[in-house]
T-cell receptor
Framework: AQSVTQLGSHVSVSEGALVLLRCNYS??????LFWYVQYPNQGLQLLLKYTSAATLVKGINGFEAEFKKSETSFHLTKPSAHMSDAAEYFCAVSKASGTYKYIFGTGTRLKVLA | DAGVIQSPRHEVTEMGQEVTLRCKPI?????LFWYRQTMMRGLELLIY????????DSGMPEDRFSAKMPNASFSTLKIQPSEPRDSAVYFC??????????????FGPGTRLTVL
């Protein structure tokens, strides 16, 4: 069975500081991995995804994530936080084929301090 | 493209009433997903369709919930009768796995349901 664990339900960083949001997964098959962002009162927007190509994936708004099979991790990073990055971030895993269901993590709410 | 469209955006109803949520997926997408989001349970997949056929409804909480997809451009999620514990944000998402964009789900803005 697949699962996703996001460490830290709330993360606070200062504006300009590094953003690091953690995601660990378990999967018996090569996974597809996703990061979504949800701004207040909005739907989920895709930030980036890993689908077995390059292990370092670049997404929108300056975010990137690295797939590390040995650590079963897919952490999301951004070198310099901006006030507009304040939102909730969700990591998700799906199987590479056969089903397109996502398993979502519980989410991490990012707060950016001025 | 207009993206996934959901209506209404907000719904307030009284316990016992029937509630119908609507979703129009992105044109050409053949997978449609219904999710529920609450503070307590996070994001839950309720049901998903492929080519208008329900594939997995194991997340539907109970018989009060039903979903249909009469055609490729429209789906409904119905709750009858509604209860206060059904209060949540309901999202619809669609995807088209047959492309390089395989597995990416595109989400609608959600319907915030409040059952009094």
């Amino acid at each position: 069975a697949q699962s996703v664990t996001q460490l830290g339900s709330h993360v606070s960083v200062s504006e300009g500081a590094l953003v690091l949001l953690r995601c660990n997964y378990s999967s018996s098959v090569p996974p597809y991995l996703f990061w979504y962002v949800q701004y207040p009162n909005q739907g989920l927007q895709l930030l980036l995804k890993y689908t077995s190509a390059a292990t370092l994936v670049k997404g929108i708004n300056g975010f990137e994530a690295e797939f590390k099979k040995s650590e079963t991790s897919f952490h999301l990073t951004k070198p310099s936080a901006h006030m507009s990055d304040a939102a909730e971030y969700f990591c998700a895993v799906s199987k590479a084929s056969g089903t397109y269901k996502y398993i979502f993590g519980t989410g991490t709410r990012l707060k950016v301090l001025a | 493209d207009a993206g996934v469209i959901q209506s209404p955006r907000h719904e307030v109803t009284e316990m016992g009433q029937e509630v119908t949520l609507r979703c129009k997926p992105i044109s050409g997408h053949d997978y449609l997903f219904w999710y529920r989001q609450t503070m307590m349970r996070g994001l839950e997949l309720l049901i998903y369709f492929n080519n208008n056929v329900p594939i997995d409804d194991s997340g539907m909480p109970e018989d009060r919930f039903s979903a249909k997809m009469p055609n490729a451009s429209f789906s409904t999620l119905k709750i009858q009768p509604s209860e206060p514990r059904d209060s949540a944000v309901y999202f619809c998402a669609s995807s088209f796995p047959g492309t390089a964009d395989a597995d990416t789900q595109y989400f609608g803005p959600g319907t915030r349901l409040t059952v009094l």
